[in-house]
């Protein structure tokens, strides 16, 4: 089929800036033309996405239900909307995606106050948890009602499904929820070799936001209600906080695609894999620090101000703290390893500069 729109970019050119950079995978692009064709009910009530409820099941059991939603900040949003009421707050870590990377959408858009923890590894633990857990009957204070946590964290880490477990036991204890920011849920997934319900219902998480698009998705995630006793009215938030898609079929037939079978896992390892081999690579280099515990497809290192803004200028990444010269590297599904290889040497060349 002949189209006007031309090519404005060059394919052969790769970063390690964000999972987001990455294109969209083939079987998805080709479950995408798929669903095209012909008319179908708008709106949520389409056949793909009545079949994506049923893969859902499949993952996370019979009582799941998933919502999707065009990304990964509405997702959030329209979930701890879902579970706090007009004067709760929400416990997380500092660097937790939604207080640092959203734009206060939480707080701008959900009315949410976030009460944060500093973390040395981007986890929270039951003892973190308790420095924001007080003043449930203060007047005077925003109401905890959630505890977020993120899978994987901000900084790459990963959370056992027996940590998740315990949070969410002393949470609950405490009358708070607990809602799982998935957005990369399938590294972690990957990194521990254990289905994504071990960090979810089987963990006792009440609500998860399920991320597609950093695993290949052109766009697309879903909230995920694992505990219906949790929320209220989740249909007429996603409408009101702008994420009911109209032609949703093409939202949940890339989801359905993922998960269906492997293509989620596939995709994540992956990414891991090229993680892990560009932490080997760097390692070697004298100058170069790893700052975390490369776990899933990120990694964190530390090195010489100037010479990552050389770098930069052949390989797109970001500077995760500038002050101090701490970098972030990520790796994709279509990440190589020549990518990796490639990247590695330019980085020895440029600390030898």
């Keep these: 089929m002949k189209t006007d729109a031309r090519r404005h970019h060059d394919p052969e050119v790769r970063g390690f800036a964000s999972d987001n950079y990455a294109g969209v995978h083939p079987e998805i ?19 793909y996405t009545g079949h994506l409820q049923r893969v859902m099941h499949s993952h996370f059991g019979p009582m799941a239900e998933a919502f999707p939603v065009f990304n990964g900040t509405g997702a959030n949003v329209v979930a701890l909307q879902a579970l706090t ?43 973190l948890i308790d420095r924001q857990a007080w003043g449930f009957d203060d007047e005077h204070r925003a109401m905890p009602q959630v505890v977020s946590l ?29 809602h799982l920011d998935g957005a990369r849920i399938a590294n972690a997934a990957a990194s521990l070799d254990v289905p994504m319900r071990a960090f979810a219902n089987a963990a006792g998480v009440d609500v998860l936001t399920l991320g597609g ?18 929320v209220r009215r989740m249909r007429h938030l996603r409408k009101l906080s702008m994420q009911l898609a109209s032609k949703m079929r093409f939202v949940s037939v890339q989801l359905e695609a993922l998960l269906a079978r492997d293509l989620w896992l596939r995709n994540a390892r992956h990414a891991n894999t090229m993680a892990r081999r560009l932490a080997e690579g760097v390692r070697a280099v004298e100058g170069v620090e790893i700052l975390y515990p490369v776990q899933a497809n990120a990694v964190f290192a530390r090195l010489p ?14 500077f995760w703290d500038e002050a101090v010269g701490d970098v972030r590297w990520m790796c994709s599904f279509d990440t190589t390893e020549d990518d990796v290889d490639a990247f590695v040497q330019a980085l020895k060349e440029e600390m030898a500069h």
């Excluded at 416990?91 to 995606?97: Q, R």
């Excluded at 950093?214 to 219906?228: D, Q, R």
């Excluded at 100037?306 to 770098?311: D, G, K, T, Y």
């Design 85 to 127: 009421d007009r004067w709760g707050a929400v416990i997380c870590a500092e660097s937790a995606h939604i207080n640092v990377d959203e734009g206060g959408a939480p707080e701008r858009m959900g009315g949410l106050k976030l009460l944060t923890v500093p973390t040395p590894d981007g986890k929270l633990t039951p003892e």
């Design 213 to 230: 698009t950093k695993n290949g998705a052109l766009f697309g995630e879903a909230v995920v209600v694992l505990n219906p006793d949790a």
């Design 305 to 318: 101000h100037a010479v990552s803004e050389r770098l930069q200028k052949r390989f797109r990444f970001y």
């Design 29 to 47: 692009l080709a479950a995408l033309a798929l669903a095209n064709g012909g008319h179908q009910i708008a709106y949520g009530e389409d056949e």
């Design 150 to 178: 993120a899978q994987n964290t901000e900084l790459g880490t990963v959370y056992t499904p027996a940590e998740i477990k315990a949070i969410c036991e002393h949470a609950h204890g405490l009358g708070l929820k607990v």
